[in-house]
């Protein structure tokens, strides 16, 4: 069975846009480039995956993914998590996909083998992996690709059962350890900082930022203009 990762890849200058309180956009850039580096590289020791395709607008993950030998599809611009998904099912259809894994490059705790485990296991049509919280998608397994559209986003788990169950599919909703906490808020931050620093090589790169923006000072805040400086103006 072919099994074609599918990776969309938002712009690292755009990422992480809910840490602007806490981290600078270059900060955050750094975060971003990080944790797609980490996941690609676990991706590629994952022994059920036999192909990554990468959807992205970013010129600099493009061009990692070349290095690497990795079939980039590109993107113009974000199109958001959902429309990259679909670039990549096309994708990999197009490459004789029996089977396609969507991750996502915000999982630094992700285990390859986990992965592994799982998919040698399941016979479903479609793997469902949530978030912590358990409404959103970190993971979506198909069977065919195009078994239904992937739907990413707020409250997506739901979404993705629905979708299974309209098209009367098999499906499976199992949580793994290593996909459950993704990077999102500060709070997400702070966890991940202190398991890699625990563990920094489940994710080398991100281990080394986290810590590094960790201890850099916070960005300032915009500075209100002065009362008498809006009154003249």
Not at 7 to 34: C, G, I, M, N, W
Not at 63 to 85: E, I, K
Not at 211 to 227: D, F, I
């Amino acid at each position: 069975m072919k099994t074609v990762a599918i990776l969309p890849v938002k712009k690292f200058d755009a990422a992480y846009s809910r840490l602007a309180e806490r981290l600078t956009q270059e900060q955050r850039r750094r975060v971003a480039e990080a944790t797609f580096l980490d996941m690609l590289g676990k991706i590629r020791r994952c022994r059920t995956v036999s192909e990554t395709v990468v959807i992205t607008a970013d010129e600099g993950a493009a061009r990692h993914s070349n290095w690497l030998g990795h079939p980039v599809v590109r993107q113009a611009s974000d199109q958001g998590h959902t429309s990259a998904a679909n670039a990549g099912v096309r994708a990999a259809l197009e490459r004789g996909a029996d089977r396609i894994a969507m991750l996502a490059t915000d999982c630094p705790l992700f285990d390859p083998a986990e992965l592994d485990d799982r998919l040698g296991i399941t016979p479903r049509s479609a793997l469902i992996i949530p978030d912590q919280a358990g409404t959103g998608t970190n993971a979506l397994v198909l069977c065919p690709p195009d078994a239904f559209e992937p739907a990413f986003g707020v409250d997506s788990c739901a979404r993705h059962i629905g979708h299974a169950r309209r098209a009367g599919i098999s499906f499976a909703l199992e949580r793994l350890e290593s996909l459950a906490v993704d990077l999102d808020t500060p709070e997400d931050m702070e966890t991940l900082r202190d398991a890699l620093l625990l563990a920094p090589e489940r994710s080398l790169r991100t281990a080394q930022v986290l810590w590094e923006v960790g201890e850099a000072p916070r960005p300032s805040p915009p500075r209100a203009t002065p009362p008498e400086t809006a009154a003249a103006a």
